[in-house]
Structures are given as structure tokens and as C-alpha cells.
């Protein structure tokens, strides 16, 4: 498929999602996600869940195993706040550094007549208060600087899959926050054994 229609499919990409311009000190960022936390966070029963779940054979092994988990339990509001930046700064720099931002899941792939193995150059940054947006700066070495988004046509078809790709691990935010307290969590009882 040529021409106009993966210029097509990326606007669809972009107005189907919670993609939305971010504009910070004179610069537009076309590609961004809103990607701050919402709620009050894990309990303490759903991250020692994940915990069990992933470090012991059932909950009942757990409760007996780990020393200290009802201190925790107890203070769990403070123990939360104490280790939140540590779990931001650590997804922050996942998306940032690691490879897996930048491939495709094989369904989205497919959709977009790509191979599986594709893999973009895509420089992402994290914008905002406290880095509470995920912005696209480049994207196979093309700057993304406009309000709207202008690529060639090559690379409109795979941005409109880069955008589907990224929505879906943002949409995953609360999910992967409460894995990686329930990571936390583990350590420091751990430490406590």
C-alpha cells in the first residue's frame, strides 16, 4: 500500500488513541502520552498477591516465608509514597533505555504489514512537571516538531504502528507500577528473612 494511505492510517492512529500535542517552552511535541498515575495506587492485598504469586508456591507459603510483611501491611500508605519515585524512575528508564519500546508486538505487525522483528530508531523523551508525559522527539531520524505530524510516506505507516504499539504499553502503566512495587516488595522482605 502507497501514497495517501499510510498518511491516512497515521491520523487514524493518532485520533484513535489518547495521542495528544504537548507543548513545552515554544516546542510541539506532535506524539505524546499523558502518562501520569491516577488513583491511589496498589493496595497492599494486590502487590503482596503479585508478590506470592510470582516468588512462592501460594499465598499461604508467603504469609509463612516472609518476615516482617505485616509492618508493612500496616504502614503500607508510607512504605508506598517511600518507594514510588524509585518505581517511577525505574519504568522511566526502561522505556528510555531498553529495546522493547522500540518493537512491535506481532499482532500489531501484522496489521500494518510489517515483519515481526521490526524495530524503530525512535528517541523518546520524558516532558513536563515530574516527567509526566511521554513525548516522541525523533522517529526514524525524523524530528517531530510540528503540530501537525508531516513524515514521508515511509515512515507514516510505521509511526501510525509505533503510536497503536506505544498506546497499548502506556495503557498498562497501573499494571506494571503495581509489578514493580510487588519486585520492591519482595527485595525488602527478603532483606528482613
Known sequence: MKGSYWQWALQRAYYATPVQPYY????VYPVAWNVKLRGNGPT?????????????HNMADALLRCRGWEGVRDNWEWWL???TNFI????QSSFLDDDWPRMLCPEIA?????????????????????????????????????????????VA??????????TRIVECREDEFAY???FQLYNELQGQS
Do not use: W
Open 24 to 27: 513545552d517552552r515554544g516546542r
Open 44 to 56: 497492599f492485598e494486590q502487590v503482596f498477591t503479585l508478590m506470592a504469586k510470582d516468588n512462592y
Open 81 to 83: 509514597s517511600s518507594t
Open 88 to 91: 517511577l524512575e525505574s519504568m
Open 110 to 154: 501484522n496489521r500494518y504489514s510489517l515483519p515481526d522483528d521490526t524495530t524503530f530508531s525512535i528517541s523518546y523523551e520524558f516532558r513536563g512537571r515530574s516527567g509526566g508525559y511521554l513525548v516522541i522527539d525523533k522517529f526514524q531520524d525524523v524530528t517531530l516538531d510540528e503540530a501537525t505530524i508531516k513524515v514521508p510516506n515511509h
Open 157 to 166: 505507516r510505521d509511526l501510525a504502528a509505533c503510536i497503536e504499539e506505544v
Open 180 to 182: 514493580q512495587a510487588a
